[in-house]
């Protein structure tokens, strides 16, 4: 993940997609949102609520509408990024500078921003704990010191673990991320800190 102390050293990094990425940068400027950098993207706000990112990647700069699912999208510019996975995120690509019309696209931000003021938003469920997995408790038993390192980790990060285990399907994947955490483990650090 980049680590993006502001919008400008962002966009510089992405030369390709510069002029995309200031033409769109404009747009939200020039509204009421507030820009920021999270995880290492232009985040734009409203109230404190994440309303828009922009990316840029090989073949395409881009919107995120962290509440896209409620646009209209009454053009079909919108797709889900992770289906199955992503439930309000929306995305919208742009392959070529051309793409981006102007007045569409602020069309759209002034929804998004007027939907996160209405309150329109998908709350985030709180999954279930989840079982340690078979391996990972064999594991935990034969090695007290590692047992002790696990258990002082918060809830979150031990869930993140167990996930990170449980998702894996053959057994020898299994065996192998737990060779990997391991040692994080044994730090006290989580699956994702380097990401926080």
Sequence with gaps: MEKNKSVEEFISKKTTWKESLELLRSIMLSTEMEETIKWGIPVYTVGGKNVIGLGAFKSYAGIWFYQGVFLKDTYNKLINAQEGKTKGMRQWRFNTFEE????????????????????????????TDIEIPEELKAVLKANSDLKSCFDKLTPFKQKEYKEYIATAKRAATRVSRIEKITPMILDGIGLNDKYR
Excluded: R
Aim: hydrophobic share 35%; aromatic share 4%.
């Design 100 to 127: 981006i019309d102007k007045e569409l696209v602020l069309e759209y931000v002034l929804e998004a921003i007027q939907n996160q003021k209405d309150g329109k938003e998908i709350k985030i469920e709180k999954s």
